[in-house]
């Protein structure tokens, strides 16, 4: 069996932990949570197909069930073949969202019993042994499926347009499977032709379900993907929390965990900066160091364990101060509705800072870009780059592109690196042979077009004045952040610099202005700005969550 790309190796080195053989056992222990009786399949029959929503995982108990993926052409390619002890899903089937891949019976039929999301979370959690097994494979095959080729979704345009660099990023960054094609290379032309696209309509987005969709936001391909939830307008959350980065996923997991019922809500992705980050070495238990999409995944997987619900992307655009001390209220955007919530947690972090560059918007997307990922790196590989920035995600990021391009300028606005960056990327930095590094520099115009993109960039010596241009198609801005805190609209007491303020009462450290509103990560006045710190007070605010409910349901009785 064959599966494209690098998940061959990842097959080949870790199969029997993405294809387990539950024993005997184990197998019992997994039966007193099915969801249903055992059921017989025909032979070829299909179980469960790409796109069904709340797909139940199957445990094979006699016969053989035959996995495949099917990417938005219609191609399907053999996974694996799980037979009897072995178990169908990934970590889609834990929150009942569309499946990725579809199962048929073997050729000697199948007799299996079904797992829907709710007994799949109640098996994972009630049974530590069958849990960590289960877990561990579905993590692991959603890693195949991204890696391999020929399976996900397809996008079709140039390779360096921005609206298809954004797709790609918004997949990624969620751990979705997506192949990309060059529209100038034969195979994405012929589709482009076979629809009948024009330019302007690209990129061209194949759902695995057969839908079509001509240059899509990222609300329209989450909806084919069935990624973004139905929320019930009525239903009251004991924890509503905004941003699903490192502290929101955090409290998601904490909260989930203790029996609290938690909505996250996120305008793009999870891991949120952190998500963005090539490796994070000072991450304490990983000493080789984590991926912040990684880190993000697995939090991402832990928190849809215990049943917190994730929406993505749905952006808050206000919160309701009224009536704070029994519901809570946020808006989303659009006409999302209101979502309604006993605590809300403001976990909505940071967002770059634009430099006050004229034509800055231009080229977003188109050459400039906030964040350094995989698909930045490809685009700009081999080719000569700028980063602009001194803190730890700016090291990060010129530690991770420095050996795929031919030379970095890494400009720097004050004297050096030492007053804002970790010692290590100091230090790995300064062995890179292709950084050349540049202080007390400062970008201060762009030039290209909208169809080529960025093609110069002019530089300023704050000491000097002297100023230089540098042609180059790809710059990177590490400049620093700004809270995100437009959306709460004047409701909770902000410091000169718009980071939420919090424990004015000393017994809720992390309480902001508002009796039942809470401030963790990023965005709260005074907070370190690591991972580490992010996670720690997303965990500590769960138990100043139950302080406030437990007061809430005295009053109430």
């Not at 190796?9 to 056992?25: K, S």
């Not at 790609?168 to 060059?182: C, E, M």
């Not at 996250?264 to 238990?285: H, K, M, P, T």
């Not at 912040?292 to 749905?314: D, M, T, V, Y």
């Amino acid at each position: 069996m064959t599966v494209g790309g690098s998940a061959m190796a990842l097959i080949d080195t870790r199969r029997e932990q993405m294809f387990p053989v539950l024993t005997g056992p184990q197998i019992d222990t997994a039966r007193r949570f099915a969801s249903g009786d055992e059921r017989h399949f025909e032979p070829g029959e299909l179980v469960f197909d790409v796109g069904d929503v709340n797909a139940s995982a199957w445990l094979v108990l006699e016969g053989s069930i035959a996995v495949l993926q099917r990417d938005g052409r219609g191609i399907e390619t053999p996974i694996t073949t799980e037979c009897a002890g072995q178990f169908s899903g990934e970590v889609s089937q834990l929150s009942g969202k569309p499946s990725l891949v579809l199962g048929r019976a073997g050729t000697e039929g199948a007799k299996a019993v079904p797992y829907d999301a709710p007994h799949l979370r109640a098996l994972v959690i009630g049974s530590a042994d069958v849990g960590e097994v289960v877990m561990r494979a579905f993590i692991l095959r959603r890693v195949g499926l991204i890696e391999a080729t020929g399976s996900g979704s397809v996008l079709i345009g140039r390779l360096d347009a921005r609206e298809l660099v954004r797709l790609q990023g918004f997949l990624t960054r969620n751990g979705y499977p997506v192949t990309v094609l060059d529209a100038a290379a034969e195979e994405g032309r012929e589709l482009i032709e076979r629809f009948g696209v024009r330019p302007d309509e690209l990129p061209l987005m194949l759902c695995p379900n057969g839908t079509v969709l001509k240059r899509p936001s990222d609300a329209e391909a989450a909806v084919c993907l069935g990624i973004t939830p139905d929320l019930d307008p009525g239903k009251i959350y004991d924890v509503a929390v905004v941003g699903a980065g490192p502290a929101g996923l955090a409290t998601a997991v904490y909260a989930a965990s203790e029996g609290l019922s938690v909505l996250v809500l996120d305008q793009r992705a999870i891991g949120g900066q952190a998500g963005a980050s090539a490796r994070i070495e000072n991450y304490l238990g990983f000493p080789t160091g984590i991926s912040g999409q990684a880190l993000a995944g697995r939090a991402f997987s832990q928190a849809q364990k215990f049943g917190a619900e994730i929406a993505l992307p749905l952006e808050v655009d206000r919160l309701f101060c009224e009536d704070a001390e029994t519901t809570v209220k946020v808006r989303l955007s659009g006409d999302g509705g209101t979502v309604q919530a006993r605590t809300v947690v403001i976990a909505s972090g940071v967002r770059y800072r634009r430099p006050e560059i004229e034509n800055l918007s231009a080229f977003e997307g188109a050459g400039v870009s906030y964040w350094a990922s995989p698909v930045e790196a490809k685009l700009c590989e081999g080719e000569e780059v700028a980063l602009i920035g001194a803190g730890n995600s700016a090291g990060q990021a010129v530690v991770f592109l420095a050996p795929k391009v031919k030379r970095l300028h890494l400009m720097v606005r004050g004297e050096g690196l030492e007053a804002s960056m970790s010692r290590y990327l100091i230090d790995r930095i300064h062995a890179l042979p292709n950084v050349e590094m540049h202080t007390h520099s400062e970008v201060i115009a762009l030039e290209g077009d909208k169809a080529q993109g960025l093609e110069k960039a002019v530089f300023r010596n704050s000491q000097t004045g002297q100023e230089h241009s540098c042609d180059l198609r790809h710059l990177f801005l590490f400049t620093g952040a700004d809270p995100n805190t437009g959306w709460l609209e004047g409701c909770t007491a902000l410091d000169p610099k718009g980071f939420v303020v919090t424990g004015e009462d000393a017994a809720l450290p992390l309480q902001t202005s508002l009796p039942n509103v809470f401030a963790i990560g990023d965005v709260r006045c005074g907070s370190t700005k690591r991972v580490a710190a992010a996670v720690g007070e997303g965990a500590a605010v769960v138990a100043q969550i139950h302080t406030v409910l437990a007061a809430m349901n005295e009053r109430a009785s």
